[in-house]
Protein backbone atom coordinates (compact mmCIF):
# COMPACT_ATOMS: atom_id res chain seq x y z
CA UNK A 1 0.00 0.00 0.00
CA UNK A 2 1.52 3.53 -1.11
CA UNK A 3 0.28 6.77 0.14
CA UNK A 4 1.73 8.34 -3.20
CA UNK A 5 -0.21 8.85 -6.68
CA UNK A 6 0.84 5.81 -8.68
CA UNK A 7 -0.45 5.44 -12.15
CA UNK A 8 -0.93 1.35 -13.72
CA UNK A 9 -1.89 0.51 -16.61
CA UNK A 10 -3.16 -2.46 -17.88
CA UNK A 11 -3.04 -2.71 -21.58
CA UNK A 12 -4.21 -6.01 -23.14
CA UNK A 13 -3.99 -6.68 -26.89
CA UNK A 14 -7.62 -6.38 -28.54
CA UNK A 15 -7.19 -9.71 -30.42
CA UNK A 16 -6.15 -11.96 -27.40
CA UNK A 17 -9.35 -11.77 -25.02
CA UNK A 18 -7.14 -14.05 -22.64
CA UNK A 19 -5.66 -11.32 -21.25
CA UNK A 20 -9.09 -9.77 -20.20
CA UNK A 21 -9.12 -12.22 -17.37
CA UNK A 22 -5.72 -10.67 -15.24
CA UNK A 23 -7.04 -7.15 -16.00
CA UNK A 24 -10.99 -7.99 -14.41
CA UNK A 25 -8.83 -9.73 -11.59
CA UNK A 26 -6.31 -6.58 -11.23
CA UNK A 27 -9.90 -4.15 -11.14
CA UNK A 28 -11.60 -6.20 -9.14
CA UNK A 29 -9.04 -6.43 -5.92
CA UNK A 30 -7.65 -2.94 -6.42
CA UNK A 31 -11.36 -1.81 -5.80
CA UNK A 32 -12.13 -4.80 -2.85
CA UNK A 33 -8.55 -3.79 -1.47
CA UNK A 34 -9.29 0.44 -1.55
CA UNK A 35 -12.62 -0.02 -0.17
CA UNK A 36 -11.18 -2.71 3.08
CA UNK A 37 -8.85 0.20 3.80
CA UNK A 38 -11.41 3.07 3.94
CA UNK A 39 -14.23 0.42 6.59
CA UNK A 40 -10.67 -0.11 8.47
CA UNK A 41 -9.94 3.43 8.74
CA UNK A 42 -12.04 4.63 12.23
CA UNK A 43 -11.39 8.39 11.64
CA UNK A 44 -13.01 8.48 8.28
CA UNK A 45 -14.81 6.17 6.12
CA UNK A 46 -12.19 6.22 3.08
CA UNK A 47 -9.39 4.90 1.61
CA UNK A 48 -6.10 6.98 1.99
CA UNK A 49 -5.90 7.92 -1.61
CA UNK A 50 -9.01 8.16 -4.39
CA UNK A 51 -8.41 6.08 -7.30
CA UNK A 52 -9.73 6.52 -10.74
CA UNK A 53 -10.24 3.85 -13.26
CA UNK A 54 -10.03 4.57 -16.92
CA UNK A 55 -12.12 1.54 -18.35
CA UNK A 56 -11.22 2.03 -22.38
CA UNK A 57 -13.21 -0.31 -24.39
CA UNK A 58 -15.60 -1.26 -21.48
CA UNK A 59 -17.77 -3.52 -23.12
CA UNK A 60 -14.78 -5.76 -24.71
CA UNK A 61 -13.44 -6.09 -21.18
CA UNK A 62 -14.94 -9.51 -20.88
CA UNK A 63 -14.08 -13.13 -19.74
CA UNK A 64 -15.26 -16.05 -20.25
CA UNK A 65 -18.73 -13.97 -21.29
CA UNK A 66 -18.97 -12.31 -18.40
CA UNK A 67 -17.92 -8.70 -17.04
CA UNK A 68 -16.02 -7.18 -14.14
CA UNK A 69 -17.69 -9.05 -11.29
CA UNK A 70 -20.42 -6.62 -9.43
CA UNK A 71 -20.07 -3.54 -11.48
CA UNK A 72 -23.21 -2.33 -10.66
CA UNK A 73 -22.17 -2.63 -7.09
CA UNK A 74 -18.93 -1.00 -7.46
CA UNK A 75 -20.43 1.91 -9.67
CA UNK A 76 -22.98 2.19 -6.67
CA UNK A 77 -20.35 2.30 -3.86
CA UNK A 78 -17.83 3.04 -5.23
CA UNK A 79 -17.92 6.96 -5.32
CA UNK A 80 -18.55 7.63 -1.39
CA UNK A 81 -15.08 5.49 -1.46
CA UNK A 82 -13.15 7.60 -3.46
CA UNK A 83 -13.00 5.11 -6.39
CA UNK A 84 -14.31 6.91 -9.57
CA UNK A 85 -14.76 5.08 -12.99
CA UNK A 86 -15.18 6.27 -16.25
CA UNK A 87 -16.13 3.93 -18.78
CA UNK A 88 -15.48 4.19 -22.14
CA UNK A 89 -18.64 2.50 -24.13
CA UNK A 90 -19.04 2.71 -27.99
CA UNK A 91 -22.63 1.44 -28.02
CA UNK A 92 -25.03 0.65 -24.88
CA UNK A 93 -25.70 -2.83 -26.53
CA UNK A 94 -22.13 -3.57 -25.41
CA UNK A 95 -23.13 -3.50 -21.69
CA UNK A 96 -26.66 -5.21 -22.64
CA UNK A 97 -24.46 -8.48 -23.80
CA UNK A 98 -22.55 -8.60 -20.56
CA UNK A 99 -25.02 -7.59 -17.83
CA UNK A 100 -28.76 -8.06 -17.22
CA UNK A 101 -31.07 -5.28 -17.53
CA UNK A 102 -31.37 -4.53 -14.06
CA UNK A 103 -27.49 -4.75 -13.70
CA UNK A 104 -27.31 -2.17 -17.15
CA UNK A 105 -29.96 0.16 -15.77
CA UNK A 106 -28.27 0.42 -12.20
CA UNK A 107 -24.77 1.20 -13.95
CA UNK A 108 -26.33 4.08 -16.33
CA UNK A 109 -28.30 5.42 -12.93
CA UNK A 110 -24.77 5.32 -11.43
CA UNK A 111 -23.40 7.94 -14.06
CA UNK A 112 -22.33 10.78 -13.43
CA UNK A 113 -21.90 12.15 -17.13
CA UNK A 114 -22.38 10.96 -20.18
CA UNK A 115 -20.50 11.91 -23.07
CA UNK A 116 -21.85 11.47 -26.75
CA UNK A 117 -19.35 11.86 -29.49
CA UNK A 118 -21.64 10.27 -32.27
CA UNK A 119 -23.46 6.67 -33.09
CA UNK A 120 -25.32 5.23 -36.28
CA UNK A 121 -27.98 3.23 -34.10
CA UNK A 122 -31.28 5.22 -34.09
CA UNK A 123 -31.83 3.42 -30.20
CA UNK A 124 -28.71 4.99 -28.90
CA UNK A 125 -29.45 8.49 -30.40
CA UNK A 126 -32.97 8.19 -28.76
CA UNK A 127 -31.75 7.05 -25.12
CA UNK A 128 -28.81 9.97 -25.01
CA UNK A 129 -31.43 11.82 -26.52
CA UNK A 130 -33.79 11.81 -24.20
CA UNK A 131 -31.48 12.04 -21.20
CA UNK A 132 -31.91 15.76 -22.03
CA UNK A 133 -35.39 15.85 -21.15
CA UNK A 134 -37.86 17.99 -22.64
CA UNK A 135 -37.42 21.20 -24.07
CA UNK A 136 -39.68 23.79 -24.41
CA UNK A 137 -39.63 26.80 -26.26
CA UNK A 138 -41.59 29.76 -25.20
CA UNK A 139 -42.55 32.56 -27.39
CA UNK A 140 -43.97 36.11 -26.84
CA UNK A 141 -45.62 37.62 -29.25
CA UNK A 142 -46.70 40.64 -27.86
CA UNK A 143 -47.20 41.75 -24.23
CA UNK A 144 -49.42 45.28 -22.91
CA UNK A 145 -49.50 46.09 -19.49
CA UNK A 146 -51.39 48.68 -17.90
CA UNK A 147 -51.02 49.49 -13.87
CA UNK A 148 -52.57 52.56 -12.24
CA UNK A 149 -49.90 53.85 -9.92
CA UNK A 150 -52.39 55.87 -7.72
CA UNK A 151 -55.07 53.87 -7.05
CA UNK A 152 -52.50 50.58 -5.25
CA UNK A 153 -55.07 49.07 -3.77
CA UNK A 154 -57.55 48.19 -5.99
CA UNK A 155 -55.54 45.67 -7.91
CA UNK A 156 -58.12 44.44 -10.25
CA UNK A 157 -56.95 47.43 -12.26
CA UNK A 158 -53.61 45.67 -13.13
CA UNK A 159 -54.68 44.02 -16.44
CA UNK A 160 -52.07 41.63 -19.03
CA UNK A 161 -52.62 41.14 -21.96
CA UNK A 162 -50.50 39.28 -25.22
CA UNK A 163 -50.49 35.80 -26.24
CA UNK A 164 -47.91 33.37 -24.98
CA UNK A 165 -47.28 30.48 -27.45
CA UNK A 166 -45.35 27.13 -26.11
CA UNK A 167 -44.07 24.63 -27.84
CA UNK A 168 -42.62 20.78 -26.52
CA UNK A 169 -40.54 18.55 -28.46
Known amino acids: YNEK ?16 RLAIMVIDAAFNEQFGYGVKNPKTPKPFV ?22 KTKLSIGLSMLQQFTLVLQSYTQIDVLYSKEERDLMLGNTNATIFLKSTSDDVIKEVSSLG ?20 KQLERYSTSGRISTTTR
Open 5 to 20: PVALFLVAPPQEVTYN
Open 50 to 71: ATKYMLDEFGNIVSNGKGIPDM
Open 133 to 152: GTHRKHEIDSLNEEFHLGDM
